[in-house]
């Protein structure tokens, strides 16, 4: 079974193994994985020019990979980025992740393990939703913005974890969902 600590000392996947979009502004969005490796380590820079953003459905429905690692440069996580990744057990965010977008993580039935950084401020409306395995998940104090139903609250055993008075707690609260302070 693969760890977050795996997915912590993993090498950096090859530029090769990636597809890109370069927006002439120094930044490439990702487009696609093409590798075959079941942990990804998504490279900071691609080709001298730093990933921002991973775009949508990179490594949704089809994709091998179980375990990925966002590095540091991205921002944003784009809707539907992993959604219905069967495989995905675990993902690592990078310190510069600022949003999560719509749906991103839809239908990842087996995610089990999802660390986000210190930094993100908004998780978009359905997340989250229909991932069975995820239980618990701890939200960042710097996040001021949780959307309606971004969590897998299906069998009512879910758990969002934070600072005491955070936003996280005051979501929970106000949604019914069961908080515990870290």
């Not at 104090?141 to 005051?170: M, N, Q, R």
Request: aromatic share 8%.
């Amino acid at each position: 079974e693969i760890t977050v600590e795996d997915v912590m000392n993993a090498p950096e996947n090859p530029e090769s193994d990636f597809v890109v979009v370069d927006h002439g502004n120094g930044d490439v969005e990702l487009l696609g994985y093409e590798g075959t490796d079941e942990i990804v380590v998504i490279p900071e820079i691609w080709n001298g020019k730093k990933i921002t953003t991973i775009s949508s459905y990179v490594f949704g429905v089809s994709s091998i990979a179980k375990a990925v690692k966002i590095p540091d440069s991205v921002t944003l996580v784009n809707e539907f980025a992993f959604a219905a990744n069967t495989n995905l057990e675990i993902v690592v965010f990078g310190s510069g992740v600022k949003e999560i977008g719509k749906a991103s993580f839809q239908a990842c039935e087996n995610l089990r393990e999802v660390v986000l950084n210190e930094g993100l401020e908004k998780i978009s409306m359905i997340s989250f939703v229909s991932c069975d395995s995820l239980k618990k998940l701890t939200i960042p104090e710097s996040v001021k913005e949780i959307e309606p139903g971004v969590f897998p609250l299906e069998d009512g055993d879910f758990v969002l974890v934070g600072k005491t008075g955070s936003y996280a707690e005051t979501y929970a609260k106000e949604n019914g969902i069961t908080f515990e302070a870290n």
